[in-house]
């Protein structure tokens, strides 16, 4: 069951951005997002919250411009997801522009798994370019690898963690850490990414290589060039979009829209078939990002990081499209776990459960994530899928719904039976983790225990929030454009607009996505509901979203439906 809610939009709030010249649709959709003043809408880089907020920095970058001046090796051991291979292409490009004798490391999903572990700093030691590195960088990883940063010291590395995931009861023995959320930090954008955290920690390194001297001797770089890699990384990794946030993403798409973006960045956008110059928060999620991911959960990232750190455009086209076969690849998989999913749900009352756990042998470890995601969505349950790994384990990986934080509820179900998680971590809505394969009932059972108790009942009824029914002279194309142009993402909800129509056509595309022509009053709209392949009723109530369907050199508005009853 779906209940569809309108946000309350406060008039004060809606008439003063319109006042302040803010268009009036925008105006009404930014109230309702809790935005008061127009000042609140400035993007600029001199609202940036200033790096000296984040608890550890002046110590990392006193510690890498060190590095740098020792010449020093430094190795940055990354992660396998888009904010991490952002995160890396920040540090790397950032780093080497300062002078730094710089490499990279990024585990595998497969083989060594998430984060700094003792086996990647054995890899690490043996690096076939740097050999064994004098400093490591964690980027979006590294706060709870206590085990990895002990072994790294005992062979005689400084580390130096950047991370943005929540820690444990324990925090590493690293030689600095910069986390917002890591106790006693007081930076007020809890939510930055991976890839905020690495650009944040470039700043302090520059501003600390500045204070001595160090570019007397060579052009100071402008770290604005990497605003782009920082846009789809925080993008990608659906952290809450606070003003901190925003301003990010905003001059990272500015940058990209003029076209000064990164060789990567543009082949990516190229081979999605994406106008650089119509870029918005969208693409990144959804078409740049996926392609990215695509390496780590199919492949190696090192490719993705690769294509995010040359400058030679006809190399970066080539691992683009490399990254999008790869992509091509990985929706041919998720297509056949879906259908898989679905066969085992139906034997399963899933209205009936607070939380929802699904194993196949055959299911690839890469796609388990995503897969754990659509059945959420699908079913509103929290949601964790397995895949097998090695030595009769299983990994898992969960997507949860607003209610349950997810790797809180991890934490009681580890202290409910402590021998029972090998490992786990991640976050509120998304986490992963690691059991013995005959395990897995007892997981599943302390797992439905703990979300039967966390979640409210209320929470288990999906509740989609819209903005309402949209002003007829709205249904335009350049209203889809003004709203594309606009910074949308987590916490800070793209709009969706409800409203009752006639289904005058309609038909299955490609047997998975209903395509309709709807009527309201005299007008007629084109309108399409993704992997939906039910028919809709004469009448119905939608939630949608404008977007702008390009065709033939033809722009014309198309209504995305996301939800209809």
Known sequence: MTRIVERAVPQRARLMLEQSGVHPLLARLYAARGVAAAAELDTQLAFLL?????????AAAGLLADAI????????????????????????????????????????RFETGYGLSPEVVGIAARHERLGQPDVLVTVDNGIASVAGVAEAKRLGMQVIVTDHHLPGDRLPAADAIVNPNQPGCRFASKGSAGVGVAYYTMLAVRAELRRRGHFAARPEPNLAGLLDLVALGTVADLVPLDRNNRILVAQGLARIRRRRMSPGVAALLQVAGRDAARAS????????GPRLNAAGRLADMSLGIECLVTDDMGRALNIAQALDAINRERRGIETEMRAAAAIRLEGIDAAARASLTLFDPAWHQGVIGILAGRVKEAHHRPTFVFARGENDELRGSGRSIPGLHLRDALDLVAKRRPDLLKRFGGHAAAAGLTLNAADLPVFADLFEQVARALLPHAALTRTLETDGALESAYYSVSAARLLEDAVWGQGFPAPLFADAFEVERQRLLKDQHLKLTLKKGRARFDAIRFHHAEAAPERIRAVFRLDVNAWQGEANLQLVLEHFE
């Open 50 to 58: 200033p790096p000296q907020g984040l608890l550890g920095i002046d």
């Open 69 to 108: 001046a020792m010449r020093r090796k430094i190795l940055v051991v990354a992660d396998y997801d888009c904010d991490g291979a952002t995160a890396c292409a920040v540090a790397l490009r950032a780093l080497r522009s300062f002078g730094a004798t710089v490499d990279y490391l990024v585990p595998n």
């Open 281 to 288: 928060a969208f693409d990144l999620g959804f078409a740049v």
